[in-house]
């Protein structure tokens, strides 16, 4: 089984695709992991997508479309969940291509659905560690010591694209070119539209009840 998670910046998605791998043993391939570990890498593919996600563009086509395929044949058919990926319509498309290529279908297109003011609140507060291995929030999740990770002792940091202008743009690209996805799975006949408020253990039963 193949579970697609989408859904705006802030809505839940990794957190809900790290219940799930642990529920259901799957893959899990999160387009900001692979931009992440890129970029880290300084790959070609990681420098392009630095130079959108900084500004809190999407990342073309091209490079995300790449930097999945490449993912997929990793993984070497294993059941996946796919987290942030596809954002638009054409990238749907794509990875419809690329599915049918490795004999893979998409089973649940889950779409979780939280208002853009909660959103912000979330994304705003979120602080983390340089290698975003250690993600907290300053109001649902703050650290013992403010500013210092728990588990490692270094300093928490404010991601660029989680700074409050950027995210008011990152919401305009989203609603712009992710909304349609809706349309598009709802024609697929797998789509399934989640409430993503509340504490996300009942976020996750509310997906657990399509499964």
Not at 73 to 93: C, H, M, S, W, Y
């Given at each position: 089984m193949n579970i697609l998670l989408f859904g705006p910046p802030g809505a839940g998605k990794g957190t809900q695709s790290a219940m799930l791998v642990e529920k259901?043993?799957?893959?899990?391939?999160?387009?900001?992991?692979?931009?992440?570990?890129?970029?880290?890498?300084?790959?070609?593919?990681?420098?392009?997508?630095?130079?959108?996600?900084?500004?809190?563009?999407?990342?073309?086509?091209?490079?995300?479309?790449?930097?999945?395929?490449?993912?997929?044949?990793?993984?070497?058919?294993?059941?996946?969940?796919?987290?942030?990926?596809?954002?638009?319509?054409?990238?749907?498309?794509?990875?419809?291509?690329?599915?049918?290529?490795?004999?893979?279908?998409?089973?649940?297109?889950?779409f979780l659905e939280v208002p853009n003011e909660l959103l912000m609140k979330r994304l705003t507060g979120r602080r983390m560690t340089a290698d975003g291995k250690h993600v907290y929030h300053l109001e649902f999740n703050p650290p013992k010591t403010p500013g210092v990770c728990d588990i490692t002792g270094e300093p928490l940091i404010q991601r660029k694209d989680d700074q409050e202008d950027v995210i008011a743009n990152r919401l305009k690209a989203y609603e712009e070119s992710t909304r349609p996805l809706k349309d598009f799975y709802k024609e697929q006949g797998n789509l399934r539209v989640i409430d993503g408020t509340g504490e996300p253990k009942d976020v996750f039963e509310r997906i657990v009840d399509y499964l």
């Open positions: 259901k043993g799957m893959a899990h391939i999160s387009t900001g992991d692979l931009f992440r570990s890129a970029i880290k890498n300084e790959t070609s593919l990681g420098l392009e997508a630095k130079k959108y996600m900084d500004k809190g563009d999407l990342v073309p086509d091209s490079v995300t479309v790449g930097m999945v395929e490449e993912e997929l044949v990793r993984q070497n058919g294993k059941d996946i969940i796919l987290d942030g990926f596809p954002r638009t319509v054409p990238q749907a498309e794509a990875l419809n291509v690329l599915l049918d290529k490795y004999e893979m279908k998409i089973d649940n297109a889950f």
